[in-house]
């Protein structure tokens, strides 16, 4: 089972989306058209890595990671890659890794049996949730349940919100559907269960607003700024990092498609406070993350 063994005081950073996309046995986490479409999109040709070497990537920069897939098989009709198997290759790298479990809303009854057995069973610290690739709304009543078990196991839960390369350019964008990643589908899960920390992923565009609107709102809602070189950060979400959001703004790259090279070497060029930068890329996430008293 996961424990975390994170010495704070020795990383450098909390990198808080990371994606696992292959496994030990070469299984995407996409099918193949999907991938294919997302390394045009993204222009990248890259390694996809897989967990192990993703923690030695991660240890070689003194930075802790939170890793994960997204759960999608009944929108994609793809087996997804094991969050069990995640959980257990990352308490071999408890030093660097921090894994968040995925499940498939839309399996119902069998959702909950999941994520219940990812935290009691596997020591998951979080889940996962993409909307518009796994089909759902995530503000639908009868999604209720899998939110109320996740604020009961005290974990955080992140969501993409936004735009989404996944898709781009293939006919019907794949029959995935963008408005149900807008970040106001989650106010009503904000409200309805406010000891649930909701991450919400990215840049939101093209819903920045709505996103900084719910945040400011909601107490129990944070925002992660993976996805996007900081240099391109909507101007609004840099204001509102740099005062009433400093301490729920976090760090996170999407790597491998960003890396967290590139993200501090950009993030160098804009307006984000010297202040406010240590509590974004490290002290925010531990807080969250419960790897602080």
Request: aromatic letters at 8%.
């Given at each position: 089972?996961?424990?975390?063994?994170?010495?704070?005081?020795?990383?450098?950073?909390?990198?808080?989306?990371?994606?696992?996309?292959?496994?030990?046995?070469?299984?995407?986490?996409?099918?193949?058209?999907?991938?294919?479409?997302?390394?045009?999109?993204?222009?990248?040709?890259?390694?996809?890595?897989?967990?192990?070497?993703?923690?030695?990537?991660?240890?070689?920069?003194?930075?802790?990671?939170?890793?994960?897939?997204?759960?999608?098989?009944?929108?994609?009709?793809?087996?997804?890659?094991?969050?069990?198997?995640?959980?257990?290759?990352?308490?071999?790298?408890?030093?660097?890794?921090?894994?968040?479990?995925?499940?498939?809303?839309?399996?119902?009854?069998a959702a909950l049996e999941a994520a219940a057995r990812l935290v009691e069973d596997e020591g998951v610290r979080g889940f996962k949730f993409h909307p518009t690739v796994?089909?759902?709304?995530?503000?639908?009543?009868?999604?209720?349940?899998?939110?109320?078990?996740?604020?009961?196991?005290g974990v955080p839960a992140l969501f993409h919100t936004g735009q989404t390369g996944i898709g781009a350019g293939l006919p019907g964008g794949y029959g995935l559907r963008?408005?149900?990643?807008?970040?106001?589908?989650?106010?009503?899960?904000?409200?309805?269960?406010?000891?649930?920390?909701?991450?919400?992923?990215?840049?939101?565009?093209?819903?920045?607003?709505?996103?900084?609107?719910?945040?400011?709102?909601?107490?129990?809602?944070?925002?992660?700024?993976?996805?996007?070189?900081?240099?391109?950060?909507?101007?609004?979400?840099?204001?509102?990092?740099?005062?009433?959001?400093?301490?729920?703004?976090?760090?996170?790259?999407?790597?491998?498609?960003?890396?967290?090279?590139?993200?501090?070497?950009?993030?160098?060029?804009?307006?984000?406070?010297?202040?406010?930068?240590?509590?974004?890329?490290?002290?925010?996430?531990?807080?969250?993350?419960?790897?602080?008293?």
């Amino acid at each position: 089972m996961y424990q975390p063994a994170i010495d704070i005081d020795a990383i450098t950073a909390i990198d808080v989306h990371v994606h696992i996309e292959v496994d030990d046995h070469g299984h995407s986490s996409l099918p193949a058209p999907l991938e294919a479409a997302a390394s045009k999109y993204f222009r990248t040709d890259g390694p996809r890595p897989a967990i192990e070497a993703v923690a030695r990537y991660y240890r070689e920069r003194r930075m802790a990671a939170v890793v994960f897939t997204v759960d999608a098989r009944t929108q994609l009709r793809h087996p997804p890659l094991s969050s069990t198997e995640i959980a257990r290759a990352a308490a071999d790298h408890a030093d660097v890794l921090i894994p968040f479990g995925s499940v498939d809303p839309r399996t119902g009854e069998a959702a909950l049996e999941a994520a219940a057995r990812l935290v009691e069973d596997e020591g998951v610290r979080g889940f996962k949730f993409h909307p518009t690739v796994q089909g759902f709304d995530p503000g639908d009543e009868q999604y209720a349940p899998l939110w109320a078990l996740i604020a009961r196991a005290g974990v955080p839960a992140l969501f993409h919100t936004g735009q989404t390369g996944i898709g781009a350019g293939l006919p019907g964008g794949y029959g995935l559907r963008l408005g149900l990643s807008n970040p106001m589908r989650l106010d009503p899960i904000a409200a309805d269960f406010p000891d649930l920390q909701i991450i919400m992923a990215h840049p939101s565009v093209p819903w920045q607003d709505e996103a900084l609107s719910v945040a400011t709102h909601k107490p129990n809602t944070w925002i992660d700024l993976s996805g996007w070189s900081p240099k391109y950060f909507p101007a609004e979400l840099v204001r509102y990092a740099n005062s009433i959001l400093k301490h729920r703004v976090l760090f996170g790259t999407d790597y491998p498609l960003l890396t967290p090279d590139r993200w501090l070497r950009d993030v160098e060029t804009t307006d984000l406070k010297p202040d406010v930068l240590p509590g974004i890329v490290k002290h925010n996430a531990a807080r969250l993350l419960r790897l602080t008293e």
